[in-house]
């Protein structure tokens, strides 16, 4: 079954410095996004993506934050100038459709620690 | 601004038993999906079932099923003939029509016991 991919399954990353989270989102879907979850926390919603561009976004997705899609595959989530607030479970997901009832289908998450 | 509560902390349940996840949530849009996913201790996170705010009947998905009130606002998540595999994390989420963004709840902490 297909399925969404994100590397690297865990970062360390000095306080201060940019860190770039990788996803492969299932081939056929449309629409891609990012969440994250703070140990301990909820699942709290980052970002969403569509036609190359962002369709919605958060609170949390501020000027620290983008997204890209480089090429046909990729969906990457880059954090400048990182915090050590922004320690976290990222999970990228992607859905086929705007189907009410399309679901989203997450990675594995990357854990980020921000020292 | 969407809501969504679940009240349950942490639950055991015995092998071959049913158990039921609460779930409440609090929209003043009209039209909405709920949905449920698993989290087993390895993080990842699996979608299990969909309920659509104007579907009719509840949702079912093998051993899964959604006992969607909505006047109560509720989409509590049954399992049944529970297996030590269930032994996870369980979230409800719901997104509105229009939007892309899931709400999650805080989740509840399902241990099935031999």
């Known amino acids: 079954e297909p399925e969404v991919t994100q590397t690297p399954s865990h970062q360390v990353t000095q306080m201060g410095q940019e860190v770039i989270l990788r996803c492969v989102p299932i081939?056929?879907?449309?629409?891609f996004y990012w969440y994250r979850q703070i140990l301990g926390q909820k699942v709290e919603f980052l970002v969403s993506?569509?036609?190359?561009?962002?369709?919605?976004k958060s609170e949390i997705f501020d000027d620290q934050f983008s997204v890209e899609r480089p090429d046909g595959s990729n969906f990457t989530l880059k954090i400048r100038s990182t915090k050590l607030e922004d320690s976290a479970m990222y999970f990228c997901a992607s859905s086929q459709g705007r189907g009410d009832n399309q679901p989203q289908h997450f990675g594995d998450g990357t854990r980020l620690s921000i020292l | 601004a969407q809501k969504i509560t679940q009240t349950q902390p942490g639950m055991f349940v015995q092998e071959k038993e049913a158990v039921t996840l609460d779930c409440t949530y609090d929209?003043?849009?009209?039209?909405?999906?709920l949905f449920w996913y698993k989290q087993p201790s390895s993080g990842e996170m699996i979608f299990l079932i969909y309920?659509?705010?104007?579907?009719?009947q509840n949702a079912t998905e093998g051993r899964y099923s959604l006992n969607f009130q909505k006047a109560r606002k509720s989409a509590n998540l049954v399992i049944s003939a529970s297996q030590l595999g269930d032994s996870a994390m369980y979230f409800c989420?719901?997104?509105?029509?229009?939007?892309?963004?899931?709400?999650f709840g805080s989740g509840t902490r399902l241990q099935v016991q031999p």
């Open positions: 989420a719901m997104r509105v029509t229009g939007r892309r963004a899931l709400t």
């Open positions: 929209t003043s849009d009209p039209s909405y999906g």
């Open positions: 993506f569509y036609n190359n561009e962002i369709s919605e």
């Open positions: 309920q659509g705010s104007y579907d009719q």
């Open positions: 081939s056929n879907h449309l629409y």
